[in-house]
């Protein structure tokens, strides 16, 4: 009785013992990739190599699923603000919304979906067919060779891809409030403008997106690098990014707007 | 070939990243260049400020000309004190400006509402709005009403 419960303590703290274990190395990923130089170190061409393909190839998912947002939260606000005869204020809702919330949240989970797991796949499959090793043999560090550049993509990319959504669904919006539902335009944009604050809401979703960005990525590159070098291991470690990314980014998404706003 | 297309398209990311800044700025929250940095700040005494917060409006004739930067309770006088920044193209207020908590719409925000008065001379860095006039409280107004007419009866 006693050696069961004892075995199961040991399970729990085995497990925690590991979770702090991946932190560690985690951080020891990002302050061995964070900055540029050091042997072999990747070049300007290497990052623009992984925008393009950590961000431009996002583009399309990210336009498309903002409009539909945009449209959805323009067609949902109208039917609840009709019944106040506050329909003006729709401009208001749909682009804070986007702006403080939608935009950064919705674009970095379709990212770590997108971008994340293809990250993740791609340097698990480096490591197991031992490119890594490789070129450690040759003297070039794979941190600053291979990691670098993938992190400061995602890291430039999020909020490029944050603001782009978020304008892409305020013209969604605009799109079913005024062409559809008949809202005047004048009093969509006017009341936009008037309660929309540059700093307090467009600013501070580029700060949340930047976080996302730094946090989905570290995540995706950290699971390469750290999976089992075996199919099955590369499978798991995708999943893993998705699924950790997922969390990371709305847990943090709440700190950060107690933290923004305030009132907590 | 390859490089050049990758480059071409990575460029374009950017370039539409700040475009889509930029809409933000100017169409979306009405971000203007000039307003920035040129203020003054003026102060008023309210007894009541029912709901009036910092950023609030500060407007005249309905146009927006300032925001309220600082929002206390004054201990001596046990009134509340409102600070709030004037943009400097409207340094013509006169010395008996007055200040009223006014609400938009029924429902909506809190703003503080100036009129202009008749005086020469006008209201520099730091001076005190005297005529001022406490926010409505809907509790104390149907308190009166209900008052007045049980007197009344």
């Given amino acids: 009785m006693l050696g069961k419960l004892l075995d199961q303590l040991q399970a729990v703290g085995r497990s925690g013992t590991a979770a702090i274990e991946a932190i560690g190395r985690g951080t020891l990923l990002l302050k061995n990739s964070l900055f540029w130089g050091g042997p072999g170190s990747a070049g300007f061409y290497d990052l623009l190599k992984q925008i393009y393909s950590v961000g431009v190839r996002s583009l399309i998912i990210i336009v498309v699923a903002g409009f539909f947002v945009g449209m959805v939260l323009g067609l949902q606000g109208y039917n609840i603000l009709i019944d106040f005869g506050s329909e003006a204020a729709l401009g208001t809702m749909v682009s804070l919304t986007l702006l403080r919330e939608l935009g950064p949240v919705v674009t970095a989970l379709l990212f770590a979906g997108r971008a994340g797991s293809a990250l ?85 979703g580029i700060i949340k997106s930047v976080a996302f960005g730094v946090v989905v990525t570290w995540i995706a590159v ?36 107690a933290v923004m706003l305030g009132g907590v | 070939m390859r490089m050049r297309y990758i480059e071409i398209t990575v460029g374009a990311f950017m370039v539409m990243g700040i475009v889509a800044l930029v809409l933000m700025a100017f169409r979306v929250s009405g971000l203007s260049l000039q ?27 309905g146009v927006t000309i300032g925001r309220v930067t600082k929002v206390y ?40 509402g100036l009129t202009v008065g008749a005086e020469d001379e006008y209201l520099q860095t730091g001076d005190w709005i005297e005529d001022t006039q406490s926010a409505l409280v809907l509790e104390e107004l149907i308190g009166r009403f209900l008052f007045n007419k049980a007197e009344e009866g």
């Fill in chain 2, 35 to 61: 307003d920035a940095g040129d203020t003054y700040t003026i102060k008023a005494r309210f007894e009541n400020l029912g709901g009036l917060t910092e950023r609030a409006k500060v407007s005249m004739s």
């Fill in chain 2, 73 to 112: 309770l004054d201990p001596e006088w046990y009134s509340a004190v409102v600070e709030m920044e004037i943009s400097k193209s409207m340094s013509t207020l006169t010395k008996d400006t007055s200040a009223a908590i006014l609400t938009a719409g029924l429902l909506g925000e809190k703003y503080i």
């Fill in chain 1, 222 to 257: 950290y699971q390469g690098y750290d999976s089992v070098p075996t199919s099955e291991g590369i499978g798991k470690a995708t999943t893993q990014t998705v699924v950790i990314s997922s969390l990371a980014v709305l847990g943090l998404d709440f700190v950060l707007t």
């Fill in chain 1, 120 to 204: 993740t796949a791609e340097i698990g499959l480096m490591k197991a067919t031992e490119q890594l090793s490789a070129m450690e043999m040759m003297g070039v560090d794979p941190f600053k060779r291979v990691i670098t550049p993938r992190l400061w993509a995602g890291i430039i990319s999020m909020p490029i891809l944050a603001l782009l959504f978020s304008t892409v669904g305020i013209w969604g919006g605009a799109f079913v409030a005024v062409d559809m539902l008949g809202i005047d335009d004048g009093a969509y944009w006017g009341n936009m403008q008037a309660s929309v604050e540059f700093y307090e809401d467009v600013v501070k």
